[in-house]
């Protein structure tokens, strides 16, 4: 079923629009939850709450893409469901890895989401991901808004590992010193 037909079924209240949807998009959200949370039953969770907040907004919303729209909210979802299962300790996976592998070139603050939700920050990486070329942006935004696993990028891609790596790698210095160039350090 296409998109806008799924959309519609949300319009209509019918129950299939969840059917589809699970149909349509469901290994994807759940594999946006898992590369968060490293859990099939904490990714189901996440996947069935996406499916709730996607039948309470739409209506009156009409996301384009939807495929966006849905994992934006996962990954929201898991995010949250990460922070309450890590919040009396360390750990985590892909998301661990790839925050520190951010860390180097992402400024610190007292705040982090503060950072994150900073306009002028968010306008320079914007920037800064415009300018990349397809194949390393599709990359770095794999690794680092989906949290893919390196190997699982090689694999998509048909990529070595060690080549996504220093794609990633010479990505991340790149956008260093993209950043201080626009004065925002470190």
Same mark, same amino acid.
């Given at each position: 079923m296409e998109e806008k037909q799924i959309i519609e079924l949300y319009f209509s209240r019918s129950e299939q629009a969840i059917t589809e949807t699970d149909k349509k998009y469901g290994s994807y959200c759940r594999q946006v939850a898992y590369n968060i949370l490293c859990s099939h039953p904490d990714s189901e969770e996440c996947v069935n709450d996406t499916y709730l907040k996607t039948w309470n907004v739409i209506p009156p919303k009409r996301p384009s893409p939807l495929k966006v729209f849905l994992g934006k909210i996962t990954r929201n979802l898991a995010l949250d469901r990460w922070d309450w299962n890590h919040a009396a300790k360390r750990g985590g996976g892909e =998301?661990?890895?790839s925050l520190e592998e951010l860390g180097e070139c992402i400024p610190a603050?007292?705040?982090? *989401?503060?950072?994150v939700q900073n306009k002028e920050l968010i306008q320079t990486l914007d920037?800064? @991901?415009e300018g990349l070329p397809a194949e390393t942006r599709k990359v770095f935004l794999r690794r680092y808004w989906n949290l893919s696993p390196i190997k699982e990028i090689a694999s998509f891609y048909g990529l070595s590992e060690s080549k996504?790596? =220093? @794609? @990633?790698?010479?990505t991340r210095n790149a956008l260093?010193?993209?950043? *201080?160039? *626009?004065?925002?350090? @470190?």
């Amino acid at each position: 079923m296409e998109e806008k037909q799924i959309i519609e079924l949300y319009f209509s209240r019918s129950e299939q629009a969840i059917t589809e949807t699970d149909k349509k998009y469901g290994s994807y959200c759940r594999q946006v939850a898992y590369n968060i949370l490293c859990s099939h039953p904490d990714s189901e969770e996440c996947v069935n709450d996406t499916y709730l907040k996607t039948w309470n907004v739409i209506p009156p919303k009409r996301p384009s893409p939807l495929k966006v729209f849905l994992g934006k909210i996962t990954r929201n979802l898991a995010l949250d469901r990460w922070d309450w299962n890590h919040a009396a300790k360390r750990g985590g996976g892909e =998301m661990a890895a790839s925050l520190e592998e951010l860390g180097e070139c992402i400024p610190a603050s007292q705040d982090t *989401e503060q950072i994150v939700q900073n306009k002028e920050l968010i306008q320079t990486l914007d920037a800064f @991901l415009e300018g990349l070329p397809a194949e390393t942006r599709k990359v770095f935004l794999r690794r680092y808004w989906n949290l893919s696993p390196i190997k699982e990028i090689a694999s998509f891609y048909g990529l070595s590992e060690s080549k996504v790596k =220093m @794609l @990633l790698m010479r990505t991340r210095n790149a956008l260093k010193a993209y950043l *201080e160039q *626009e004065g925002i350090g @470190l």
